[in-house]
Protein backbone atom coordinates (compact mmCIF):
# COMPACT_ATOMS: atom_id res chain seq x y z
CA UNK A 1 0.00 0.00 0.00
CA UNK A 2 1.14 3.56 -0.34
CA UNK A 3 0.49 6.90 1.15
CA UNK A 4 -2.00 7.88 -1.61
CA UNK A 5 -4.43 5.13 -1.34
CA UNK A 6 -7.24 6.79 -0.02
CA UNK A 7 -9.86 5.31 2.54
CA UNK A 8 -13.72 6.57 2.08
CA UNK A 9 -15.75 7.27 5.29
CA UNK A 10 -19.51 7.65 4.14
CA UNK A 11 -21.89 9.00 6.93
CA UNK A 12 -24.84 11.44 7.56
CA UNK A 13 -24.31 14.95 8.72
CA UNK A 14 -25.75 13.70 11.97
CA UNK A 15 -25.92 10.71 14.18
CA UNK A 16 -22.54 9.30 13.28
CA UNK A 17 -21.32 7.17 16.69
CA UNK A 18 -18.51 9.30 17.06
CA UNK A 19 -15.65 5.86 18.07
CA UNK A 20 -17.16 4.21 15.29
CA UNK A 21 -15.84 7.50 13.45
CA UNK A 22 -12.56 8.33 15.09
CA UNK A 23 -11.19 4.48 15.93
CA UNK A 24 -11.13 3.10 11.78
CA UNK A 25 -9.93 6.63 11.27
CA UNK A 26 -6.70 6.50 13.13
CA UNK A 27 -6.18 2.79 12.23
CA UNK A 28 -6.66 4.14 8.46
CA UNK A 29 -4.16 6.97 9.38
CA UNK A 30 -1.46 4.50 11.21
CA UNK A 31 -1.92 2.31 8.21
CA UNK A 32 -0.31 4.41 5.83
CA UNK A 33 -3.71 5.72 3.97
CA UNK A 34 -5.53 8.68 3.48
CA UNK A 35 -9.29 8.84 4.95
CA UNK A 36 -12.11 11.40 3.46
CA UNK A 37 -15.00 12.08 5.72
CA UNK A 38 -17.49 12.13 2.32
CA UNK A 39 -21.27 12.91 3.52
CA UNK A 40 -24.53 13.88 2.08
CA UNK A 41 -23.79 17.75 2.48
CA UNK A 42 -21.07 20.40 2.93
CA UNK A 43 -20.05 21.57 6.39
CA UNK A 44 -19.43 19.70 9.57
CA UNK A 45 -20.70 16.33 10.58
CA UNK A 46 -22.36 16.06 14.24
CA UNK A 47 -21.16 13.04 15.68
CA UNK A 48 -22.73 11.30 18.70
CA UNK A 49 -21.77 9.22 22.18
CA UNK A 50 -24.66 6.82 22.08
CA UNK A 51 -27.50 9.48 22.53
CA UNK A 52 -25.34 12.81 23.49
CA UNK A 53 -23.73 14.82 21.02
CA UNK A 54 -20.16 14.57 20.70
CA UNK A 55 -17.60 16.40 18.34
CA UNK A 56 -18.22 17.54 14.95
CA UNK A 57 -16.05 16.63 12.12
CA UNK A 58 -15.74 18.67 8.79
CA UNK A 59 -16.82 16.96 5.52
CA UNK A 60 -14.03 16.98 3.17
CA UNK A 61 -16.10 16.09 0.12
CA UNK A 62 -20.50 15.68 -0.62
CA UNK A 63 -21.25 12.01 -1.68
CA UNK A 64 -22.01 13.57 -4.98
CA UNK A 65 -18.41 14.34 -5.34
CA UNK A 66 -17.25 11.59 -5.02
CA UNK A 67 -15.79 9.10 -7.41
CA UNK A 68 -15.62 5.17 -6.45
CA UNK A 69 -12.56 5.09 -8.01
CA UNK A 70 -10.97 7.27 -6.01
CA UNK A 71 -10.69 5.34 -3.02
CA UNK A 72 -9.15 1.93 -1.98
CA UNK A 73 -12.22 1.07 0.80
CA UNK A 74 -15.12 2.45 1.74
CA UNK A 75 -15.98 2.70 5.66
CA UNK A 76 -19.46 3.27 7.04
CA UNK A 77 -19.52 3.54 10.77
CA UNK A 78 -22.44 3.83 12.58
CA UNK A 79 -25.11 4.97 14.76
CA UNK A 80 -28.68 4.69 15.02
CA UNK A 81 -29.24 8.03 13.20
CA UNK A 82 -26.21 7.46 11.06
CA UNK A 83 -27.63 4.50 8.62
CA UNK A 84 -31.02 5.57 9.04
CA UNK A 85 -30.22 9.26 7.23
CA UNK A 86 -28.17 7.56 4.86
CA UNK A 87 -30.45 4.86 3.77
CA UNK A 88 -32.89 7.91 2.41
CA UNK A 89 -29.93 9.62 0.34
CA UNK A 90 -29.94 8.10 -3.50
CA UNK A 91 -26.52 9.87 -3.90
CA UNK A 92 -25.02 7.96 -0.78
CA UNK A 93 -26.94 4.36 -1.71
CA UNK A 94 -25.99 4.73 -5.29
CA UNK A 95 -22.37 5.58 -3.99
CA UNK A 96 -22.56 2.12 -1.89
CA UNK A 97 -23.43 -0.09 -4.60
CA UNK A 98 -21.02 0.79 -7.22
CA UNK A 99 -19.00 1.12 -4.43
CA UNK A 100 -18.84 -2.87 -3.51
CA UNK A 101 -19.58 -3.64 -7.12
CA UNK A 102 -16.36 -2.13 -8.26
CA UNK A 103 -15.11 -4.96 -6.07
CA UNK A 104 -13.53 -3.05 -3.23
CA UNK A 105 -13.40 -3.95 0.26
CA UNK A 106 -16.55 -2.06 2.31
CA UNK A 107 -16.16 -2.10 6.00
CA UNK A 108 -19.28 -1.70 8.43
CA UNK A 109 -19.82 -1.50 11.97
CA UNK A 110 -23.30 -1.85 13.98
CA UNK A 111 -26.01 -0.07 12.34
CA UNK A 112 -24.35 0.66 8.68
CA UNK A 113 -25.23 -2.47 7.16
CA UNK A 114 -28.82 -0.90 6.93
CA UNK A 115 -27.40 1.15 4.12
CA UNK A 116 -26.07 -1.93 2.49
CA UNK A 117 -29.54 -3.37 2.50
CA UNK A 118 -30.89 -0.77 1.16
CA UNK A 119 -28.08 -0.52 -1.83
CA UNK A 120 -29.59 -4.41 -2.64
CA UNK A 121 -26.05 -5.85 -1.99
CA UNK A 122 -26.75 -8.48 0.74
CA UNK A 123 -28.10 -11.06 -0.61
CA UNK A 124 -26.31 -14.43 -0.98
CA UNK A 125 -23.28 -12.40 1.93
CA UNK A 126 -22.52 -13.08 5.59
CA UNK A 127 -22.58 -10.55 8.13
CA UNK A 128 -22.76 -9.46 10.71
CA UNK A 129 -24.61 -5.98 12.73
CA UNK A 130 -25.96 -5.17 16.12
CA UNK A 131 -28.37 -7.41 16.52
CA UNK A 132 -31.38 -5.67 15.95
CA UNK A 133 -30.88 -5.66 12.33
CA UNK A 134 -30.49 -9.30 12.15
CA UNK A 135 -34.56 -9.33 10.89
CA UNK A 136 -33.37 -6.65 8.03
CA UNK A 137 -30.09 -8.32 6.61
CA UNK A 138 -32.18 -11.44 6.84
CA UNK A 139 -35.31 -10.09 4.42
CA UNK A 140 -32.90 -8.72 2.17
CA UNK A 141 -31.52 -12.13 1.72
CA UNK A 142 -28.42 -11.97 3.84
CA UNK A 143 -26.98 -14.85 6.42
CA UNK A 144 -26.81 -12.72 9.69
CA UNK A 145 -24.40 -14.17 12.39
CA UNK A 146 -23.50 -12.70 15.64
CA UNK A 147 -19.63 -12.87 15.99
CA UNK A 148 -17.21 -9.98 16.32
CA UNK A 149 -16.61 -9.86 12.54
CA UNK A 150 -17.34 -11.41 9.82
CA UNK A 151 -15.23 -10.98 6.57
CA UNK A 152 -17.45 -12.28 3.63
CA UNK A 153 -15.73 -12.65 0.16
CA UNK A 154 -18.99 -14.21 -1.49
CA UNK A 155 -19.83 -10.89 -3.65
CA UNK A 156 -17.61 -8.93 -6.39
CA UNK A 157 -15.48 -7.59 -3.12
CA UNK A 158 -15.00 -8.36 0.29
CA UNK A 159 -17.96 -6.99 3.00
CA UNK A 160 -16.12 -6.34 6.74
CA UNK A 161 -18.88 -6.18 9.50
CA UNK A 162 -18.72 -5.81 13.31
CA UNK A 163 -21.55 -5.61 15.68
CA UNK A 164 -20.75 -2.56 18.09
CA UNK A 165 -17.95 -0.54 19.80
CA UNK A 166 -16.51 -3.19 21.22
CA UNK A 167 -15.46 -4.88 18.07
CA UNK A 168 -13.76 -2.19 17.21
CA UNK A 169 -10.18 -3.46 17.67
CA UNK A 170 -11.17 -6.91 15.61
CA UNK A 171 -13.00 -4.45 12.69
CA UNK A 172 -9.87 -2.05 12.53
CA UNK A 173 -7.50 -5.42 12.17
CA UNK A 174 -9.19 -6.86 9.26
CA UNK A 175 -9.95 -3.17 7.82
CA UNK A 176 -6.49 -2.23 7.67
CA UNK A 177 -5.64 -6.01 6.60
CA UNK A 178 -7.60 -4.93 3.19
CA UNK A 179 -6.20 -1.93 2.11
CA UNK A 180 -3.63 -3.12 0.00
Known sequence: MTKSSKVAFLVANEGVEQIELTS??????E?????????????????????DKGDTFDVDL???QAQVDDYAVLVLPGGV??????RTEDAAVDFVRDFVESGRPVAAICHAPWTLAE???????????????QTDLRNAGAAWVDEQVVVDEQGPGPLITSRKPDDL??????????LS
Open 119 to 133: AGVVAGRTLTSWPSL
Open 81 to 86: ANPDAL
Open 169 to 178: EAFNKELVSH
Open 62 to 64: TVD
Open 24 to 29: PWQAVK
Open 31 to 51: AGASPVLVSVADGQVQAFNHL
